[in-house]
C-alpha cells in the first residue's frame, strides 16, 4: 500500500529508509538499490572491450565466411604455427635417428624412448589395419602376431629393418623376401595327404608319425622347413615345430596349407614412409616383447641378405 | 508498514550510485591490538614462508614449502605430497571448510574481521593512508580539497606505496612455485619466466585495485561468504551487536544528565561509525557489511569509560543472551556461546579428519607399485607352447635417494617373469630393478607361464631393498586362452 504520489520527487520507504523506483504489482512497491558506480564502469568496459574485439578478431558471421578481424588472427594459422614449431623441435631427432643404425638404437636411452613413442603412431596410422591395434596379427587371414617369439624372416632390429623397408613378397622389390611354397594339390592322394599331414603335426608333437608321411616330408618339404621343422629364415620358411601357426594348427588348416599354401605380401615401407619413421617403426615392433637380440656373427653375408624378418609365411 | 513518504530531490531516480569513501579513524583498544597481531602473523607467514630452508638431500628442491607444479610435487616441511596422494590436499581443503564452520558457528564472521587476505591488506593500506595523509579528519580535508601541487605528490606518494606493497604481495606469491633466491635473482635479471611476470602483474594489480581502492566493495559486492554466513550463524553465535534496549534512546551527555529516564546510553558519539573499516552503523543492527572486527567495541568502551558508564554497549554476544540481558538476566560470559553442541560436533569432526590425515602421514609408505595388465592382446601364445602375458608396471620411490625394488611374483606357481631390460633370458620368479630417486619409473614385465597354466589371479610384491623393506602388492590377473594359433 502506497499514499500519495508526489509528481515531482523521490519517495522513500519508511522501514527501509530505501528510494523506492515507483513500479508497483499488487501493493508491492521495488525498492532502488542502486549499483555501485565501479560496476557500471566495468560494464561499459566490456562493452568497449567486444567492440574492439569484433574488430580485431574473426567474429561476426556472414553468408559465405565471417570478418576476418585486422590481426588476421586465425585459428587454424595458430595450429599451422604450433605444427611447425612442432615439427622444428622434432627435426633435431630425426636427424639422430637418421644417423644412427638402428642396432645402436639401444645404446641411447633417450633416442630409443622418443622413436618408440614415434613407432607407437606410425604402427597406429600405418600397421595396425593388418596386423591389429595390439599387433597381434590375424590368423584367419594370416597377419603375423608381431608380440610372439617367432619370427618367420628373422626377429633382430636389422631383420625387422630389413622387413619393413622392403616389405613381403614385392615383386618390384629386389628378389629377397620372396619366399613360395608351391601348392602340392594333386600331388598327393588323400592317403598320402593325411601321412604327411600327421608327420607335419608330429614335429610339434600333436599327432604320431608315420613312415609313409616321414618319407614325403623328406621327399618335399625338408628343403625349406629343414629336417625336424626348424624352417629357415633366410628363405622365409616357416618353423613347423612349435606352437605358432601363422594360418591355423588344425589338422583341416594345414591340409589346405599344403594343397593350396596362402602366401601374405607386405607393402615395402621404405618408399612410402621416410627412413627415420621406418627406424621408429623398427624399434616399436622390436619392442613388442619378441624382439631377439642381434646376432654378431653374420660374416658371410655381409650386405645382400641380413636376415629378413617377417611373419609373412605359407 | 509505513506509507513512503516523498522526499526532497529531482525527479532522476538514483540508479548508480558513487561510492563512498571510508575514512576510518585510527582506534585503539584490546580487539585492535588482536588485529594488529593477526596481521603480523599473516603478512609474515606469507612473506616470509617461501624463504626457509629444509634440507631433502641431494636429489630434492631445499625449499621447505614448495609447489612444485613441472615435477608434480608438493613440499611442506618434512612433507612430501606425490599427485596420486592429493587426497591430503581434498583432506586439507575439507578441514579449512569445516573450520570455517567452526570458527563462524562460534564467533560468526571473524574470519572476515581478522584473518581474511582482503581484511589484512585492505587494513595495511588503512595504515598507509593513515600514514601519509593523517587520521580520518585530515583524510576527509584533504578529500575534499582541490586538486594542486601538493595532494598530486602526495597521492602519488601514497599510491606508490600502495603499488610497492602489491608488487611484493605479487612477487611472493610465485616464491612458492620455484626455487625462491634463484627466481628472485631471474626476476629481476629478466630471466624468468614470462609467466612469472605474468602472475606478479596480475596479482600486484588486483592487490593494487582490492586493497588500495575497492576495499569494503569487495566484501560486500563481489564476495559470496557474507551471503553464505547467514545459513551458518544462529542466535548462539557471539557476533557484534549494538544492544538498543540499553542504549536507545541516544542522547549527548548534557541532555541524558537533565532527563535521565528518557535516555540510553549511547551518547550519539559517532565513534562507533568512525572507525569502522567498511563505513557501517552497527546500532542498524546486523547487516552485511559487518565484517565482526570489533574496533566499534574499542570505541565505544573507551567512550563508556569517559562518560563513566559500564562497557559492552557494544559487544560481542549472542543473540539469545542480548534478548535475555533485556529481560534482566546477567550477562552471560563470551566462552559459553564457544561450547555448545554445534561446535564441538564441528571441533570432533575437524579434529577426526586431522588426526586420519595425521595417521595416514604417520603410516605412508614411500613404496608404492601399481599394475596395469596389456589388454590388447591379453595374452600371447609362444613357440614352445607357453603363455606370456604383458603387464606395465610404475615403481615408485618416493624417498629422495635411489633405491633398489625387488618384483617378485605371488601366486601363479612355475611362471617366470623379466622385464624389457632384463630379457627372457634372464626370467626368473623374483627380478631388481633400480628406480631413481624421487621417482616413478615404468617397466614393461612379462610373464610366461608354461602351456596349460588356467586364466588366474596373482600379484607382483614390490619389496625395497633397504633395511626398511617396506613392500607393497598389487593383485592383477594372468590370462590364457583356448589353444591358440
Ligand atoms: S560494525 Fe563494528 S564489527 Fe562491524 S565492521 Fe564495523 S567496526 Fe567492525
Ligand atoms: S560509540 Fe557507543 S556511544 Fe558512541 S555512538 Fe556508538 S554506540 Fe553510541
Known sequence: ?314 | MNSPKPVDGGDELNLYESRKTVHNQRIDGPFRRFKWFVMLVTLGIYYVTPWLRWDRGPYAPDQAVLIDLANRRFYMFGIEIWPHEFYFVAGLLIMAGIGLFLVTSAVGRAWCGYACPQTVWTDLFQHVDRFVDGDRNARIRLDKAPWGPAKVARRGFKWSIYLVISLITGGAWILYFADAPTLFRDFFTLQADPVAYATVGILTATTFVFGGFMREQVCVYMCPWPRIQTAMLDEKSLIVTYKDWRGEKRGSVKKAAKNPDEFGDCIDCNQCVAVCPTGIDIREGQQIGCITCALCIDACDRVMKEVGRPRGLIDYATLEACDAEAEGAPPQPAWKALLRPRTIAYTLIWASIGGAMLFALGVRSHTDLSVSPDRNPPFMLLSDGSVRNAYTLKLRNMESRPRDMEIALSGLPGAMMWTDTIGPDNAARTQIVAVPADATKTVRAYVKASSGTAAQDFSFILTSQDEQRESDEAPTRFTAGEEGQ
Open chain 1, 1 to 314: 500500500m502506497m499514499a500519495d504520489k508526489p509528481s515531482d520527487g523521490k519517495r522513500i520507504d519508511d522501514p527501509t529508509g530505501t528510494e523506492l523506483v515507483g513500479h508497483e504489482w499488487d501493493g508491492i512497491e521495488e525498492l532502488n538499490t542502486p549499483l555501485p558506480r565501479w560496476w557500471l564502469w566495468t560494464f561499459y568496459l566490456t562493452i568497449i572491450w567486444s567492440a574492439v574485439y569484433v574488430v580485431l578478431y574473426p567474429a561476426w558471421p556472414l553468408i559465405e565466411k565471417g570478418t576476418e578481424g585486422v590481426l588476421g588472427w586465425s585459428s587454424r594459422g595458430d595450429l599451422i604455427d604450433e605444427m611447425g614449431a612442432a615439427d622444428a623441435a622434432r627435426q633435431t631427432f630425426r636427424e639422430q635417428l637418421a644417423a644412427i643404425d638402428v642396432d645402436k638404437l639401444r645404446d641411447n636411452p633417450d633416442l630409443l624412448q622418443q622413436a618408440l613413442a614415434g613407432g607407437q603412431a606410425a604402427f597406429k596410422v600405418n600397421c595396425t589395419q593388418c596386423h591389429g591395434s595390439g599387433a597381434a596379427g590375424n590368423q584367419k587371414l594370416g597377419y603375423p602376431n608381431l608380440n610372439d617369439d617367432d619370427w618367420i624372416w628373422g626377429g633382430d632390429l636389422d631383420a625387422i629393418h630389413y622387413t619393413i623397408a622392403h616389405g613381403i613378397r614385392q615383386d618390384e622389390d629386389n628378389g629377397l623376401r620372396q619366399g613360395v611354397m608351391p601348392a602340392f594339390d594333386g600331388a598327393f592322394d588323400a592317403a598320402q595327404l593325411d601321412a604327411v599331414t600327421d608327420h607335419v603335426l608330429s614335429l610339434s608333437k600333436k599327432a604320431q608319425s608315420n613312415a609313409i608321411g616321414a618319407q614325403l616330408y623328406a621327399d618335399n618339404c625338408v628343403a625349406c622347413h629343414g629336417a625336424s621343422g626348424e624352417g629357415d629364415r633366410a628363405q622365409g620358411a616357416p618353423r613347423l615345430d612349435d606352437a605358432i601357426w601363422l594360418r591355423g594348427g588344425s589338422r583341416a588348416e594345414i591340409k589346405a596349407q599344403i594343397l593350396n599354401p596362402k602366401m601374405g605380401a607386405m607393402p615395402g615401407w621404405e618408399e612410402r614412409l621416410d627412413p627415420a619413421t621406418v627406424k621408429m617403426l623398427t624399434a616399436y615392433v622390436h619392442s613388442l616383447g619378441g624382439g631377439e637380440q642381434t646376432v654378431a656373427n653374420t660374416a658371410d653375408d655381409p650386405v645382400t641378405e641380413p636376415e629378413v624378418d617377417g611373419d609373412e609365411q605359407p
